[in-house]
């Protein structure tokens, strides 16, 4: 099939080089003229392990191309894709212009019969919108909105993509059903379609990261009682995750959840809540607790040291989770600051996120390895979970720290082996 995909972010990236390697014909296109000028050039602009591989892949092989304009390049497609971001608005609802934007642009070029997939986390009702957008600015109405959420996490972004726990297609229309089949079964089995009305749909994407979120907030609250009572909160994960009721999933506790999708799409939801005469009122909890999470962190780690001198801080990870360069609403934008606020010098290193959260953290010391963080520190603070953390030598680590004091805020290191090492160790929820 040939397919436009819009936006290259980490949605449309992934969706389009999956799509072409499973042998369509795809035209990523976006309006960020930088982005497609890596594109061309074979890079890719954002960091998000295998993207690399299936790009110089399907450049080679012909089914890939960069555009930055709709315009005539969206024209023959079958299928139009729109990923853009719906980041919040200003009253805490999604911002939906350039969801809006991108209906506005695609309809005088699209040609009869295109289906356009909302890919984009749009609230209940905006595919009607985009439709309504589309009808009044195109020439012809022979054309679907179809809502299409995705699922996937940065980081693990292409295997969720390929090998999705379902494929959620808002339609009513047996013709779409069947398009829509056709280009998912190079992707995924039919079984994991599960076809739902376009409202149902739009709903079932902020309803299942919201319960995410939920599930976080809860942990983490269990995980603080953990620490007054002499509990152990990985203990109480497992056994609670060992219910089949329950399961194991997203009950690890941390700094508070952030990212593109939770933060937003709770919020969101609230918003839709407030809109239909429908409280969630579970939700406005859990991002409330979210934020307090979040600002009580640095107090945790003052806490621990002495105001009377100039304290240096090495923070190892800084971007909202391991495995990607993303840093929308990172912990790490209030935990530094707030830090540095408190009179603190901070030293960081993240494996990939230095490029994007150097335009947002100002004054401090980028390092190029966690050793050179950790050097002559009063403390270091563990704010993200990547891989080679866990496999540090502690003892060089230990050896170069001024005190060897850590804070470690996603619990990787076991608590006995740090206090025999010699640390002042200190973890979440384990007593
Ligand atoms: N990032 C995730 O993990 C994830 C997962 C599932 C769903 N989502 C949802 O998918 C959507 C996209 O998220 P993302 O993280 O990929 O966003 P992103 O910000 O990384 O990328 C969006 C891209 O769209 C481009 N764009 C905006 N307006 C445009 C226009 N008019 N024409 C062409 N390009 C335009 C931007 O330049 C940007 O490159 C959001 O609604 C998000 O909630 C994201």
Redesign the pocket.
Known sequence: MKISV???????LVSGFCFADSGHKVTC????DQ?IKLLKDNKVP?YEPGLNELLLKNIENGNLAFELN?SENIKDSEIVLI????PTGKNGDANLT?VY??AR?IAEFISPNTQIII????PVGTCDEVENIIKENCIHSEFSVISN??????GN?ISDFINPDRVVIGTDDQTNKRIMINLYKSITNEDKILFTSRRSSELI?YASNSMLAMRIIFINEIADLCEKIGADVTDIAKGIGLDKRIGPHFLEPGPGFG???FP??ARALIESGKKYDAPQTLLESVILGNENRKKNISKKILNKLDKQTENQIGILGVTFKAETD?MRESPSLIIIPDLQENGMNISVYDPEGEKEASKILKDVNWKKSAYEAAENVDCLVILTDWEEFKNLDLDKIKNSMKRPLIYDFRNIFDPDMMTELGFEYFSIGRG
């Open positions: 819009i936006g290259c972010g980490y949605v449309g296109i976006d309006n960020n982005k954002i709709i990923a853009v971001g719906t350039f934007q991108c642009e890919k984009s986390t749009v959420p995705e699922f996937l996490r940065e972004a994407k990212g593109s999708c937003k799409d993303d």
